[in-house]
């Protein structure tokens, strides 16, 4: 029996990787966007598959990964039921359609007309013009006529008198002989028969248990960070100055 596993989003980007820019390249790959797109970036866990088999989570890591985006396969036997769910499972290839005011409207055949028999639909084309060219001063070879010799160009030999035969076996160069490189061969091993060497494999996150961190958790309305007061620039003491 094939090991069963499901694959779960929670909006996380690799390192090095704009979130931005990660948020395009998965809407891109999964065909999803507007608020099915927003939703697998809020940070909660989105179920991208309940139940995939070994080949289909590998194939879905590998595509999170490539868009710059973290994919956590875990086996469905070591699913902690506490993980929740933002989206349905639907939020994979199901775009929404284009709102009615945006859909081409329809073709009004009331607004062609017929025109009547005989009418010109288009301006007719003038004839080309002659060109404006004296050509009295050309005559006609006759039939067969050369009108140019053709110049054989050949080829020059080289001057090869100062080169001499060496005999059979003569070293023609001084240059000591390259080191011969010893191949860096890895160690292989032989697979049994009938493995399938070409089966993808998924990095299955390992199983925890809530129980074993320790922590507690802060009264209700306790402010635990303020985002705001940690990054802005601290004022200079200016205590020391005085003016001119």
């Known amino acids: 029996?094939?090991?069963?596993?499901?694959?779960?989003?929670?909006?996380?980007?690799?390192?090095?990787?704009?979130?931005?820019?990660?948020?395009?390249?998965?809407?891109?790959?999964?065909?999803?966007?507007?608020?099915?797109?927003?939703?697998?970036?809020?940070?909660?866990?989105?179920?991208?598959?309940?139940?995939?088999?070994t080949d289909t989570a590998a194939r879905f890591q590998i595509a999170f990964k490539r868009a710059g985006a973290r994919l956590r396969v875990m086996p469905v036997a070591d699913e902690l039921e506490a993980v929740p769910e933002a989206a349905p499972e639907a939020v994979l290839g199901a775009v929404p359609k284009a709102p009615a005011s945006q859909q081409p409207a329809a073709k009004d055949d009331g607004a062609f007309k017929l025109a009547p028999r005989g009418t010109l639909m288009a301006d007719p084309v003038p004839p080309p013009r002659k060109p404006d060219v004296d050509l009295t001063q050309f005559t006609l070879a006759a039939v067969g006529t050369v009108l140019g010799v053709p110049r054989v160009v050949g080829a020059v030999a080289p001057d090869v008198s100062h080169f001499t035969i060496a005999a059979p076996g003569v070293t023609l160069s001084d240059a000591e002989p390259l080191p011969v490189m010893e191949p860096d061969v890895p160690s292989w091993d032989v697979a049994e028969l009938g493995a399938d060497i070409g089966t993808l494999v998924p990095m299955v996150e390992p199983p925890f248990e809530l129980d074993d961190i320790e922590f507690e958790l802060a009264p209700v309305g306790t402010l635990l960070a303020d985002a705001d007061d940690a990054d802005a620039p601290q004022a200079p003491d200016t205590s020391h100055l005085s003016l001119q």
Not at 15 to 21: I, T, Y
């Open 1 to 53: 029996m094939s090991e069963r596993y499901r694959l779960v989003f929670r909006g996380e980007v690799l390192e090095g990787q704009h979130k931005a820019v990660v948020k395009q390249r998965l809407g891109a790959a999964l065909k999803v966007e507007g608020e099915r797109l927003d939703v697998m970036f809020t940070g909660k866990a989105v179920t991208i598959r309940k139940d995939a088999d």
